[in-house]
């Protein structure tokens, strides 16, 4: 029997805000292509579009959005110069870097990740890639698959870089040092569980130590700390 009290059907809770992103390239129908893939997905959305790397900067200053796809040959600045201005402007600090990058020609994927990127993506990725590729950087962890990160090590040791600056580590314990090597070698967490018998989520607490002794972004950051700190074999025996 009704009591007449009318029913109410609870409102469904309110939709997470879209991942919103700044598309950096210069090539205009790549850039396009991007903003309509983007735009089309559901929970992510476009909020401008730089065709150089200064205006990257000033855009990301002015929308401060979650992920910045960064081409890396950008004219009047650099993609990597801008990821540096980008990162280490206390006004982006939520913001991420994603680097788009041609991994044969561009020599300068390591030096992006030292300016602070979160990660790098091919140009030859697929749309699904680089949509998920969007949702992890923006999620906070670093997109360096252990596959890339290692070929990443190969490329940046055997090419004609200077060799990377010197990493204080003494702050670092004895089981942090191991999982740091682990990282630097491209292994995922439960790759490093399993390789020192450790659960994965101890691996994270180890992760989160890492992060904030060496005062590191993300995974990524990790890996150049693996690299300066002297803890990742250099192939020929140099260290």
């Not at 030292?114 to 993506?121: I, V």
């Not at 904030?212 to 700190?229: C, P, S």
């Amino acid at each position: 029997m009704s009591t007449g009290t009318p029913s109410h059907t609870p409102s469904p809770p309110d939709p997470s805000p879209p991942v919103r992103v700044l598309l950096a390239e210069d090539q205009v129908m790549i850039r396009d292509s991007f903003k309509i893939l983007i735009d089309a997905t559901p929970g992510l959305a476009t909020v401008g579009e730089a065709g150089t790397g200064t205006e990257a900067v000033f855009l990301a200053r002015l929308h401060r959005p979650d992920v910045v796809l960064m081409d890396v040959r950008m004219p009047e600045m650099d993609g990597i110069e801008a990821t540096r201005r980008i990162c280490a402007d206390p006004a982006c600090a939520g913001t991420r870097v994603l680097i788009l990058t041609t991994f044969d020609l561009d020599e300068y994927v390591y030096a992006s990740l030292q300016a602070g990127a979160s990660g790098f993506l091919l140009k030859s990725a697929g749309a699904s890639e680089l949509l998920a590729a969007i949702g992890v950087v923006a999620s906070g962890e670093a997109l360096l698959a252990p596959t890339v990160t290692r070929r990443l090590i190969t490329e940046f040791l055997h090419g004609p870089r200077s060799a990377p600056a010197t990493r204080d580590l003494d702050a670092v314990t004895q089981r942090e040092r191991e999982v740091l090597t682990l990282i630097g070698r491209g292994m995922s967490n439960a790759e490093i569980a399993e390789h020192l018998h450790l659960t994965v989520g101890t691996v994270k607490t180890h992760i989160g130590r890492l992060l904030a002794k060496l005062d590191a972004r993300d995974r990524a950051q990790l890996v150049i700390a693996a690299y300066e700190g002297g803890l990742v074999a250099i192939p020929d025996g140099r260290r």
